[in-house]
């Protein structure tokens, strides 16, 4: 005989798993009839720990018989078909259910087996040996149909261990923890084993008032399901009763809990302590999900959260009949928050029991939905999907934040570690509020993605990101609260440029013109726009250090850019359409061999800028202009040391005239074909005026020879000349007097000979919205007067003015302004409050009464909801704008390309302010406005692409675009033409 039973140990006996109840018995019986003979088959067994199941094949003409002890005895007929000569042996398979407990202790679960052959005389007869069957003693409750631990206890089905543990289980459909203390006690050399079958869970209940609070402890303890069985639910946590109830409801330490839908599901006003344990091939870790929370706090006391991991390693099993949810081989997340505030967690290293809570080899690790909250002390490795059709909605981020609420998150408090490793994207927040500080991340495909955080502190600070395509990206966040700020990090881009021109980028923002305030400020810091600073860039192989599209009131200063081995395709600074904003005293060049494609900084559109005292070397094109952009007297004391070309304006670019800015150059570096400058487009409206008597170094050889003239003056002395720290002089308000680009566009005298008619329309647009910010230009000369007259109620004022409107729906009364931030403040204020005893809770500290802490959570809960109120009080007054202004905009007849870009980029962007998402097909028609030469689509080309870019990663060179547009506009025209300079659009190289 043979069975399918682990080998015995060297005292014949077998030992039996907990899940190793279906045994079955193979008996080899020797056979040389010619013909098809019957047997006799008996098998003796206890019925207190068998079950008889079936053979193979089936015995015939069954009877039972009990013996004195109780055994039972089963006979039957077993019919062995004929063998050929040469075999000898025929085999029957004997199964059974083991359906005893033997929680009193091992007990020898023999089987006995014997054959008879009744045709022998006198009848012969065989018996089978086989080795002992012990059971590690556990509690079986299969058999039993109650699922209260009490009652279990009561009637002996669950019998506590002699060290007072409750003992190894078999947890069939639900255990009801319904008393207090019960505990599941292992060590470090034999862990407690529970084992669940598929849907099973463990339920920590909630009792009435005045009854004993139930708590579950487990400690050294080893939860799971059983081989090929499907996923079990895991471990809830109900409620407690009482506002005095103990701390920890649920207790879990040096454990291992997997395969289970959610490992630990707490539910609002439970509380649990989770030190030291491993949670592993379990869907989710911990789920903390407080939808419905209204009579309880929206979240879950926690007494300690450390040391703990959370991971995938091996495939997850199947999920069980009923689970809602689809699974891969990775778990989708170690935490999933919904509603929970505040998430304080992290681990108080130096304190017992400390320890970072880690993550890995996860579809996600944290999955947060409309929660606030502080953590530290995360690792997050290899956060990545291997499926080929994903099942889930969100993969590959270490942390991932949304919400449609007044949400925060403070990501590394307090700033201790937070690491991430080989994720696809580190944090990824939408409609949040928070910080990063300190966080370190290494082979990310994209670092920090923060979007949609409309008049929220948003700050990245102090980050060291190792990145293959982006290192820190933001996307529709402005207008900021003025703390917000990108400062003191240091990105590196690693990855290559992508196929279809896709560059990679160290920090990026991707704005669409909301919240431009006039205000006159001298200072050099922005009003709501972003302030990126003192950031330090490397670049491996190329790309954008900094982009900055459609940003108001920005300032991008102090940062250090470089390229490190790829000369093709580099910029230092890419600012497109950007407004009232500064482009100061940054450092860019780079160390590889040759000038290449490059440039330091590329300015496009946009007006009121100030781009002065930077410091630019070794690429092709020191500071490089596209598109209309008044920077009347703002490009000054920038350095130009090595470049082919230090200053270039494309066609189509006018900037101003810039008066004595004292711009420098480095003159030994001009050599061969290379110039200081040149100007493709029309150089009276960028006219220079240098006194070249006093510096040469102002006035260096420029095509045409003609754009600079050498006058005397006072040259600009703001700045120091590529020295660190760098001098940051006060930022350049716009005048409220029209500069010479303003003339020549009100006496149409732009003069452009390519894309003539769609220049005169960006020229008046762009005039039309400086008029509406600056009426008295009105009353400076009538040809300004009749100028607007005329425009009125031409596409260009009507969608001037919607433009205009547009940027300042997110603005705030002062009134409105002030009691905001008095809310804001509040709601911070009670998070302080509420973090402070959650660190003391977390380190030890038990001394905080219940009762206070709830007083705390319910103070919090309070001032939020007057802060979401007031939000959402605002944010009705601004849909009504914004249904308004939809209406005018669809009201405006274009007959022009800009103006019909934006016309309807503003129908797309006010959907997207009303729907909260992009609708069917605005994308495509994004993508397709976003790859047109602005000279030819309008400003609305940039408003497209900071959309299409942040959604899209798609990049765009103007340079190529306008070439080609270019190209098409001279075959199309019928007008005569004279070849002026204004007709070449350069490409990368220098010269027509």
Aim: hydrophobic share 35%; net charge negative.
């Amino acid at each position: 005989m043979s069975n399918n039973l682990p080998q015995p140990d060297g005292f014949g006996t077998i030992t039996l798993g907990i899940c190793d109840w279906d045994v079955c018995f193979t008996l080899e019986v020797y056979h040389d009839y010619p013909t098809e003979h019957p047997y006799v088959v008996s098998t003796t067994f206890d019925p207190d720990i068998y079950d008889f199941s079936h053979s193979v094949p089936e015995l015939e003409d069954i009877f039972a018989s009990t013996d004195v002890n109780g055994n039972i005895t089963l006979t039957g007929t077993y019919t062995a078909p004929f063998v050929e000569e040469d075999s000898f042996y025929v085999e029957l398979e004997m199964c059974f259910v083991r359906i005893d407990s033997w929680i009193s202790g091992p007990k020898d679960g023999r089987v006995l087996f014997s054959v008879y052959d009744m045709d022998c005389d006198p009848p012969l007869i065989e018996f089978f040996n086989q080795p002992n069957i012990n059971v590690v003693p556990y509690a079986d409750l299969r058999p039993v149909s109650e699922t209260r631990l009490s009652t279990l206890l009561a009637n002996g089905d669950i019998v506590y261990t002699s060290t007072g543990s409750l003992p190894d289980m078999l947890i069939d459909d639900e255990l009801v923890i319904d008393i207090a203390g019960a505990a599941f006690w292992g060590s470090s050399s034999r862990l407690r084993n529970v084992f669940l079958l598929p849907g099973a869970r463990i339920r920590v209940e909630s009792l009435l008032p005045n009854q004993s609070e139930p708590s579950l402890g487990l400690i050294y303890v080893n939860l799971q399901t059983c081989p090929g069985q499907s996923l079990a639910e895991g471990i809830a946590v109900e409620p407690h009763a009482t506002a005095s109830a103990p701390f920890s409801k649920l207790s879990i330490a040096n454990s291992i809990i997997s395969d289970c839908r959610f490992a630990v599901n707490a539910q609002p006003g439970s509380s649990i302590l989770l030190t030291n344990n491993q949670f592993v091939n379990n869907y989710i870790g911990v789920n903390l999900d407080m939808t419905g929370a209204s009579s309880v706090p929206a979240r879950v006391r926690i007494a300690e959260f450390a040391g703990n991991t959370f991971g995938t390693t091996a495939p997850l099993k199947a999920p069980y009949s009923g689970m809602p949810e689809s699974v891969e081989e990775r778990g989708l997340c170690g935490i999933r928050l919904f509603g929970y505030q505040d998430f304080n967690v992290f681990s108080n290293i130096g304190a017992s029991p400390g320890g970072v809570n880690a993550f890995s080899s996860l579809a996600n690790g944290i999955l947060g939905f409309n929660s606030t909250g502080n953590i530290g002390n995360m690792s997050f490795s290899d956060m990545n999907s291997t499926a080929t059709t994903p099942a889930y909605q969100h993969e590959g981020y270490g942390i991932y934040l949304a919400s449609k609420k007044a949400d925060w998150f403070n990501i590394n408090f307090p700033f201790t570690t937070m690491t991430f490793d080989s994720c696809k994207t580190g944090i990824r927040a939408i409609n949040y509020a928070g910080k990063v500080e300190g966080a370190e991340m290494t082979r990310v495909n994209i670092g920090i993605d923060w979007s949609n955080s409309h008049t929220r502190d948003v700050r990245l600070r102090d980050n060291t990101i190792t990145a293959r395509h982006f290192g820190i990206r933001s996307g529709l966040n402005e207008p900021l609260h003025p703390i917000s700020a990108i400062v003191e990090n240091e990105v590196t881009i690693t990855g290559a440029l992508a196929p279809g021109n896709n560059l990679t980028r160290g920090v990026e923002m991707n704005e669409i013109g909301f919240g431009y305030t006039p205000s006159g400020s001298t200072v050099p810091v922005r009003l709501e726009g972003w302030d990126v600073g003192s950031n330090i860039v490397a670049l491996e192989q190329g790309g954008v250090g900094i982009g900055y599209r459609n940003g108001v009131s920005g300032t991008i200063h102090e940062n250090i850019v470089t390229n490190q081995t790829q000369p093709a395709d580099y910029m230092g600074i890419l600012a497109e359409g950007i407004m009232g904003s500064d482009l100061t005293a940054n450092t860019i060049t780079q160390n590889a061999g040759g000038l290449g494609t490059s440039t330091a900084i590329q300015s496009s559109a946009g007006f009121a800028n100030t781009c002065q005292c930077n410091c630019v070397d070794s690429t092709d094109i020191g500071l490089f202009f596209l598109d209309m952009a008044d920077f009347s007297d703002a490009v000054r004391g920038n350095s130009m040391n090595t470049h082919c070309t230090g200053l270039q304006l494309n066609a189509g670019a006018y900037i101003g005239e810039q008066n004595h800015t004292g711009n420098i150059w480095d003159l030994s570096a001009i050599t061969g074909n290379c110039l200081g400058g040149r100007n493709y487009s029309i150089p009276s409206l960028s006219r220079f005026f240098v006194n070249g008597t006093a510096n040469p170094a102002f006035n260096p050889s420029v095509f045409p020879s003609n754009w600079f003239e050498n006058v005397t003056g006072t040259a600009f002395a703001g700045c120091a000349t590529c020295t660190f720290p760098p001098l940051t002089p006060p930022r350049i308000p716009e005048s409220s007097a029209p500069t010479k680009l303003d003339e020549a566009t009100a006496t149409d005298k732009l003069f452009p000979e390519l894309f003539e008619d769609e220049t005169n329309w960006k020229g008046a647009f762009r005039l039309y919205r400086k008029m509406l910010r600056h009426p008295s230009i009105e009353s400076y000369a009538t040809e300004y007067a009749d100028f607007k007259a005329a425009h009125d109620s031409l596409s260009t004022g009507r969608l001037a003015y919607i433009a205009e409107q547009r940027s300042t729906i997110f603005a705030l009364s002062a009134t409105e302004d002030s009691l905001l931030e008095v809310y804001r403040l509040a709601w911070h204020d009670g998070m302080a409050d509420l973090l402070t005893l959650d660190s003391l809770r977390q380190s030890g500290d038990s001394s905080t009464l219940v009762s206070q802490y709830d007083s705390v959570v319910s103070l919090t809960t309070a001032v939020r909801e007057q802060y979401v109120l007031y939000l959402d009080t605002l944010d009705m007054a601004r849909r009504a704008n914004i249904q308004s202004l939809l209406a005018q905009n669809a009201a405006i007849s274009t007959a022009i390309t800009p103006a019909d870009n934006h016309k309807t980029v503003n129908a797309i962007v006010f959907g997207l302010l009303l729907n909260d998402s992009l609708q069917t097909g605005d994308l495509a028609t994004l993508e397709a406005i976003a790859g047109m030469c602005p000279l030819e689509g309008g400003d609305a080309v940039y408003e497209a692409r900071a959309i299409v870019v942040h959604t899209t990663g798609a990049s765009y060179d103007d340079t190529d675009l306008c070439a080609v547009s270019a190209e098409r506009s001279r075959a199309e025209s019928t007008k005569p033409r004279t070849q002026m300079l204004s007709s070449c659009i350069p490409t990368r190289q220098p010269g027509c």
